[in-house]
């Protein structure tokens, strides 16, 4: 019998299929059995968010104030697709970025979407736009793993920082492709439903350093719906009707990534 001895070094193109295959695996059989998405209503507390004045109501609005209500009409659109919706608040209730991303990992989101208003020192600049979170930052993926060795199992069971690094871009990888995807299913059903009805423009999708993206770990986007500091373009915002076509418009494009992720598990 030849002395063949066994390498305790693992590849690293078989390690991270191993771990590309585990993921995917573990995200589809979510998908199979329950969908949890999150939505997070920017700001709260004495974090108010941008603010403006509306003559018509003679009276200041808040960021933190709108983006709640969007939330709850997207809950009431998703959860009439039988998807289960979890608000990070429901009230006016300040909470620290890995507060909200815990969220995430306490329910075993699928999802996990951020509600915001934009705001610029232009007040003729308008439109809606879609953030992923940007793959290209050595501070993201030191904060991934920071957060993620102290809740993730996965860290837990692997101690070398070189297989933990490893993991870290594997994470990365994933949920931005992932995100990406989401953003294009959302951004078109957006962009031919309530945005062309009311006239708002669809500014697009891109990649950005937000930190509650990082943490979440997970496929997720931060939705800046609108810019506040626009004056006829914060007058659509507050509108019902609006409002509730925006969420219709969101779910459906939640309900075709769902659908479209158990179709073809390879695009994670």
């Given at each position: 019998?030849?002395?063949?001895?066994?390498?305790?070094?693992?590849?690293?193109?078989?390690?991270?299929?191993?771990?590309?295959?585990?993921?995917?695996?573990?995200?589809?059989?979510?998908?199979?059995?329950?969908?949890?998405?999150?939505?997070?209503?920017?700001?709260?507390?004495?974090?108010?968010?941008?603010?403006?004045?509306?003559?018509?109501?003679?009276?200041?609005?808040?960021?933190?104030?709108?983006?709640?209500?969007?939330?709850?009409?997207?809950?009431?659109?998703?959860?009439e697709k039988n998807i289960k919706v979890i608000l990070t608040r429901q009230e006016d209730l300040f909470l620290s970025?890995?507060?909200?991303?815990?969220?995430?990992?306490?329910?075993?989101?699928?999802?996990?979407?951020?509600?915001?208003?934009?705001?610029?020192?232009?007040?003729?600049?308008?439109?809606?736009?879609?953030?992923?979170?940007?793959?290209?930052?050595?501070?993201?993926?030191?904060?991934?793993?920071?957060?993620?060795?102290?809740?993730?199992?996965?860290?837990?069971?692997?101690?070398?920082?070189?297989?933990?690094?490893?993991?870290?871009?594997?994470?990365?990888?994933?949920?931005?492709?992932?995100?990406?995807?989401?953003?294009?299913?959302?951004?078109?059903?957006?962009?031919?439903?309530?945005?062309?009805?009311?006239?708002?423009?669809?500014?697009?999708?891109?990649?950005?350093?937000?930190?509650?993206?990082?943490?979440?770990?997970?496929?997720?986007?931060?939705?800046?719906?609108?810019?506040?500091?626009?004056?006829?373009?914060?007058?659509?915002?507050?509108?019902?009707?609006?409002?509730?076509?925006?969420?219709?418009?969101?779910?459906?494009?939640?309900?075709?990534?769902?659908?479209?992720?158990?179709?073809?598990?390879?695009?994670?």
């Amino acid at each position: 019998m030849s002395d063949r001895r066994l390498s305790t070094r693992t590849p690293r193109k078989r390690v991270s299929r191993y771990f590309g295959l585990l993921f995917a695996f573990i995200f589809s059989s979510s998908l199979s059995f329950a969908r949890v998405v999150i939505l997070d209503p920017g700001h709260g507390g004495e974090d108010s968010g941008a603010s403006a004045f509306f003559p018509s109501l003679n009276k200041k609005l808040l960021e933190k104030d709108i983006v709640l209500v969007y939330a709850e009409f997207l809950k009431k659109a998703l959860e009439e697709k039988n998807i289960k919706v979890i608000l990070t608040r429901q009230e006016d209730l300040f909470l620290s970025l890995q507060q909200r991303a815990a969220l995430s990992h306490y329910w075993k989101a699928d999802l996990f979407l951020s509600l915001h208003l934009n705001s610029s020192e232009d007040p003729k600049i308008g439109g809606l736009e879609l953030f992923y979170l940007t793959p290209n930052s050595k501070e993201v993926r030191e904060k991934i793993q920071k957060e993620a060795i102290s809740g993730n199992s996965l860290y837990k069971k692997t101690p070398n920082p070189s297989l933990n690094s490893l993991l870290t871009e594997i994470i990365l990888e994933h949920s931005v492709l992932s995100s990406k995807f989401l953003a294009s299913k959302i951004g078109s059903t957006l962009e031919v439903g309530p945005l062309k009805e009311f006239g708002v423009t669809f500014r697009g999708i891109g990649p950005e350093l937000f930190y509650v993206l990082a943490f979440t770990q997970r496929p997720s986007l931060l939705i800046e719906i609108g810019f506040f500091s626009n004056p006829e373009e914060r007058e659509k915002l507050l509108l019902p009707e609006f409002q509730e076509q925006w969420a219709k418009a969101v779910a459906q494009g939640i309900e075709l990534f769902f659908e479209e992720k158990v179709q073809d598990i390879s695009l994670l």
